[in-house]
């Protein structure tokens, strides 16, 4: 059969044989771009073909053949493919790299970050420890030697106030390491949550009553509530953490005989709990490191703490699936509010919580 430009379907599909027709009906010499053709060869296979058509006239300047000088251009195409492929191959590799290096950098960022908060943990948790023990073991150190020196000359009540200094002292030793024992349990998740059923107002009764006494009634503690606040389930324990460093903070750092409320509602699900002062407030500047181990506000001086119990606090509210938040500015006292969804809630569901997902 003989081949036909003007109706080969591979022609018409490139639209090669739009400039065929003007060789073989205008006379024109055409210019084909190669274009991809099915050759049968054993096996058969697609080569990139184009050329030049020199349409041939008669004197009247009629068409009497057109002659066609081919251009093979497969290899070149080939090639270009190749190359193609090659260039796009090196584009992903090095995308990839890329995109490694940046990893790379941004772990290592990260790890030099980590290892400088690190050191700055340490430098803090030195400094307080240097700080926070000193004094109660100077205090310890210096009745002792006056009770070894002058036991038989001092008074009775000379000597209760000796023993009172160093109770205290080895009181305050002993609370910062139960401090810094607990973030380590608390970090490491192995602090246990047990919750249950809670008589709450009963609960906060008891540790108001408990910090009354600690602080032999500093200031005089109020408790206010509203609403129906039966039927809390929740842990005993970190709820007795959460309330207790918030209201001997706030009795704390506050002047002797100021007033502080310990205010409790319900709303839904959740116990709002707001424990609020007249004390010596917290600096604009600190509020944003308070939850940080080892941070204290600039304006606490000389009263002593740990820079740990907040840390503790949020992380006992966090364990519970709940919230906390201050509204302080320095001398103008400070409010603490604790949202804790602890009520229509069993204690099934709340053991169901692992401190890895509120922490």
Request: net charge negative; glycine share 8%.
């Amino acid at each position: 059969m003989a081949f036909n430009p003007l109706k080969d379907p591979d022609l018409i599909k490139t639209g090669a044989v739009n400039l065929i027709r003007l060789a073989f009906d205008e006379g024109q010499t055409v210019d084909v771009p190669p274009v991809p053709f099915p050759v049968n060869t054993d096996p058969p296979q697609t080569r990139w073909i184009g050329g030049v058509l020199y349409p041939v006239k008669d004197v009247e300047g009629r068409v009497l053949e057109v002659v066609t000088v081919h251009n093979d251009i497969t290899e070149t195409k080939r090639a270009e493919e190749a190359m193609l492929t090659l260039n796009h191959t090196l584009e992903e590799r090095v995308a990839l790299r890329t995109a490694e290096l940046e990893a790379a950098r941004k772990e290592l960022n990260e790890a030099l970050l980590a290892e400088r908060e690190l050191g700055e943990l340490k430098s803090r948790f030195v400094g307080m420890v240097s700080h926070e023990f000193r004094t109660p073991l100077g205090v310890t150190m210096s009745a002792v030697e006056v009770i070894r020196h002058y036991d038989e000359k001092l008074s009775a009540d000379k000597r209760r106030e000796l023993c009172d200094d160093i109770y205290s002292a080895t009181r305050n030793m002993a609370s910062l390491m139960e401090h810094v024992l607990l973030l380590g349990r608390v970090e490491a998740g192995k602090l246990g949550f047990k919750p249950m059923p809670l008589n709450l107002v009963g609960l906060i009764q008891k540790i108001v009553d408990e910090q009354q006494s600690i602080s032999e009634s500093r200031c005089p503690i109020y408790i206010e509530t509203e609403g129906e606040l039966d039927g809390a389930v929740g842990d005993e324990a970190l709820i007795r953490h959460i309330l207790g460093n918030l209201i001997s903070n706030a009795v704390k750092y506050s002047p002797t005989g100021e007033r502080v409320t310990v205010r409790i509602e319900r709303k839904g699900v959740s116990a709002i709990c707001s424990i609020a002062d007249r004390g010596i407030g917290i600096p604009e500047k600190d509020q944003e490191h308070l939850f940080e181990s080892f941070n204290r506000a600039s304006n606490v001086g000389d009263i002593p703490g740990t820079g740990l119990g907040l840390v503790i606090v949020k992380r006992c509210v966090e364990f519970h699936g709940g919230s906390i938040t201050l509204v302080s500015a320095a001398g103008q006292g400070t409010t603490f509010t604790v949202v804790l969804p602890v009520f229509e809630t069993n204690a099934d569901d709340l053991s169901s919580l692992t401190l890895g997902e509120h922490i």
